[in-house]
T-cell receptor, first 115, second 117 residues
Framework: QKEVEQDPGPLSVPEGAIVSLNCTYS??????FMWYRQYSRKGPELLMYTYSSGNKEDGRFTAQVDKSSKYISLFIRDSQPSDSATYLC???????????????FGSGTRLSIRP | GAVVSQHPSWVICKSGTSVKIECRSLDFQATTMFWYRQFPKQSLMLMATSNEGSKATYEQGVEKDKFLINHASLTLSTLTVTSAHPEDSSFYICSARPRGLAADTQYFGPGTRLTVL
């Protein structure tokens, strides 16, 4: 079983729709949760960073973490064609003193917003 | 701020040759840099973690003699793919963690696409 599971999609929705992207994880030690956006042939760009359960909102983006269910979500409101990209969830656990913490990525969901 | 660059952005080489990829943090000092590999339609897989002035820590299954990492300064890390083969063709992405920030703060470079013929 992978540590982080993410539906690869592709997911296609019309412009203006609300998009819901999700990941599940198995490692209860994960405490930091991130969402990255990656355009084709580009490096990932950090969208949202959350620590602990609950919601965090930034403009049209809302990140949600449910540690009890080991489930995280990213919601995109009023989706735009420019939101078309691959969205990767990522998470990490606190590191010990001797090592940097590692980020474990989901496989990414390809999202397409139709004009 | 927090810009990471990679050079080259793409490279094509013949099988058996070596290729060096540079990763630079342009406006901050990076105590730790990470190298990832990403195959088409797959996620990023961590290859190694490098700290300035010390040897890199490689992930299980990554050959340290094939993927040489040098982190000579707080702004530069290099990945050399030695004796490259077609199966090494991939998208290589580095990231850098700024000094003094949370361990999970990593800024990614734009990636280098390697094609080995």
């Amino acid at each position: 079983q992978k540590e982080v599971e993410q539906d690869p999609g592709p997911l296609s929705v019309p412009e203006g729709a609300i998009v819901s992207l999700n990941c599940t994880y198995s490692n209860s030690a994960f405490q930091y949760f991130m969402w990255y956006r990656q355009y084709s042939r580009k490096g990932p760009e950090l969208l949202m960073y959350t620590y602990s359960s609950g919601n965090k909102e930034d403009g049209r983006f809302t990140a949600q973490v449910d540690k009890s269910s080991k489930y995280i979500s990213l919601f995109i409101r009023d989706s735009q064609p420019s939101d078309s990209a691959t969205y990767l969830c990522a998470m990490s656990a606190p590191a010990g003193d001797s090592s940097a913490s590692k980020i474990i990525f989901g496989s990414g969901t390809r999202l397409s917003i139709r004009p | 701020g927090a810009v990471v660059s990679q050079h080259p952005s793409w490279v094509i080489c013949k099988s058996g040759t070596s290729v060096k990829i540079e990763c630079r943090s342009l406006d901050f000092q990076a105590t730790t840099m990470f190298w990832y590999r990403q195959f088409p339609k797959q996620s990023l897989m961590l290859m190694a973690t490098s700290n300035e002035g010390s040897k890199a820590t490689y992930e299980q299954g990554v050959e340290k003699d094939k993927f040489l990492i040098n982190h000579a300064s707080l702004t530069l890390s290099t990945l050399t793919v030695t004796s490259a083969h077609p199966e090494d063709s991939s998208f290589y992405i580095c990231s850098a963690r700024p000094r003094g920030l949370a361990a999970d703060t990593q800024y990614f470079g734009p990636g280098t696409r390697l094609t080995v013929l």
